[in-house]
C-alpha cells in the first residue's frame, strides 16, 4: 500500500470514530423519539449499515477500513498487514472508537464520560458475538475473492442484517464494545462484560478466516490445468 503509516492510522482513528459515534447518537436520538424498543432498533440498525457503506468506500483505499481489531487480526495473520502496523492499527481502532462515544454525548447535550450499567452477558450473548464476527469476516473475505467492488455494500448490509438475527444486536468489534462501554446509553455495554464479548469476536473471526481458507481457495487443477503444446 502505498499511504504513509501515520495516514493510514489517521484513518482507522477516523472512520472507527465515526462509526461509533453514529451507533451511540443514533441510538440516543431513537431512545428519546420512541419508547418502542424495536423501532428504536430499527432507528440505531440503518443508520449503522448505511455509515459503513460511506466508510468504506471513501477510506477504505487508504488504509483497508478495518475499523475494527478483529479484522485487523486476520490481515495479520494472513500476513497482508505488518504485526507493528496491525498493532498501530488497533491501538488508533479503540482510541478513535472512544473518541467517538465521547462527541456523541457531546452532541446530546450528556456527560461526557460515562460507564454503561447495560448488562449484555451469557452464553447465548457470547454465541451470537462470535457469530456476527464470523460472519463479517467471512463477508469481507468472499468479498475479496470475488467482488471487492461491492464490499461497503455487503459489509453494510450485512451489519444491518446482524443487528436483528444475533442475540447481540452484532457488535462483531472489540474496538466498538470497548467503546459502547463509555455510554450508558441505548448502545451500551457494562465494561464487565467486555472480556466476554471480544473473546467470542476474535474466535468467530479466527474461525471465519479458517474457513473461508478453504471454502474460497482456488482449486489446486485449476491452477496446474495448461494448455497443450
Same mark, same amino acid.
Given at each position: 500500500?502505498?499511504?504513509?503509516?501515520?495516514?493510514?492510522?489517521?484513518?482507522?482513528?477516523?472512520?472507527?470514530?465515526?462509526?461509533?459515534?453514529?451507533?451511540?447518537?443514533?441510538?440516543?436520538?431513537?431512545?428519546?423519539?420512541?419508547?418502542?424498543?424495536?423501532?428504536?432498533?430499527?432507528?440505531?440498525?440503518?443508520?449503522?449499515?448505511?455509515?459503513?457503506?460511506?466508510?468504506?468506500?471513501?477510506?477504505?483505499?487508504?488504509?483497508?477500513?478495518?475499523?475494527?481489531?478483529?479484522?485487523?487480526?486476520?490481515?495479520?495473520?494472513?500476513?497482508?498487514?505488518?504485526?507493528?502496523?496491525?498493532?498501530?492499527?488497533?491501538?488508533?481502532?479503540?482510541?478513535?472508537?472512544?473518541?467517538?462515544?465521547?462527541?456523541?454525548?457531546?452532541?446530546?447535550?450528556?456527560?461526557?464520560?460515562?460507564?454503561?450499567?447495560?448488562?449484555?452477558?451469557?452464553? @447465548?450473548?457470547?454465541? #451470537?458475538? !462470535? /457469530?456476527? &464476527?464470523?460472519?463479517?469476516?467471512?463477508?469481507? =473475505? *468472499?468479498?475479496? $475473492?470475488?467482488?471487492?467492488?461491492?464490499?461497503?455494500?455487503?459489509?453494510?448490509?450485512?451489519?444491518?442484517?446482524?443487528?436483528?438475527?444475533?442475540?447481540?444486536?452484532?457488535?462483531?468489534?472489540?474496538?466498538?464494545?470497548?467503546?459502547?462501554?463509555?455510554?450508558?446509553?441505548?448502545?451500551?455495554?457494562?465494561?464487565?462484560?467486555?472480556?466476554?464479548?471480544? @473473546?467470542?469476536?476474535? #474466535?468467530? !473471526? /479466527?474461525? &471465519?478466516?479458517?474457513?473461508?481458507?478453504?471454502? =474460497? *481457495?482456488?482449486? $489446486?487443477?485449476?491452477?496446474?490445468?495448461?494448455?497443450?503444446?
Amino acid at each position: 500500500m502505498g499511504i504513509d503509516l501515520p495516514r493510514r492510522l489517521v484513518a482507522e482513528a477516523l472512520g472507527t470514530g465515526i462509526l461509533v459515534a453514529t451507533v451511540v447518537g443514533s441510538g440516543i436520538m431513537a431512545d428519546r423519539l420512541t419508547d418502542d424498543v424495536a423501532l428504536a432498533l430499527l432507528g440505531n440498525t440503518l443508520p449503522t449499515g448505511a455509515i459503513l457503506v460511506v466508510l468504506i468506500t471513501i477510506l477504505g483505499p487508504l488504509s483497508g477500513a478495518h475499523f475494527n481489531p478483529a479484522v485487523t487480526l486476520v490481515f495479520a495473520l494472513r500476513r497482508e498487514i505488518g504485526a507493528n502496523a496491525a498493532g498501530a492499527y488497533v491501538a488508533a481502532q479503540v482510541i478513535g472508537g472512544i473518541v467517538g462515544t465521547l462527541v456523541a454525548h457531546a452532541m446530546f447535550e450528556l456527560p461526557i464520560w460515562q460507564a454503561s450499567a447495560t448488562v449484555r452477558t451469557g452464553s @447465548a450473548q457470547w454465541l #451470537a458475538e !462470535a /457469530v456476527a &464476527a464470523f460472519g463479517l469476516v467471512f463477508t469481507i =473475505l *468472499a468479498g475479496l $475473492r470475488f467482488r471487492s467492488d461491492a464490499i461497503p455494500w455487503l459489509v453494510g448490509l450485512y451489519i444491518t442484517a446482524a443487528y436483528w438475527f444475533t442475540a447481540s444486536t452484532s457488535f462483531a468489534n472489540p474496538a466498538v464494545a470497548i467503546a459502547r462501554a463509555f455510554t450508558d446509553t441505548f448502545a451500551g455495554i457494562r465494561p464487565a462484560d467486555l472480556p466476554g464479548f471480544i @473473546a467470542a469476536e476474535f #474466535a468467530g !473471526a /479466527v474461525l &471465519a478466516m479458517l474457513v473461508a481458507g478453504w471454502l =474460497l *481457495a482456488t482449486p $489446486r487443477n485449476a491452477l496446474e490445468t495448461r494448455p497443450a503444446e
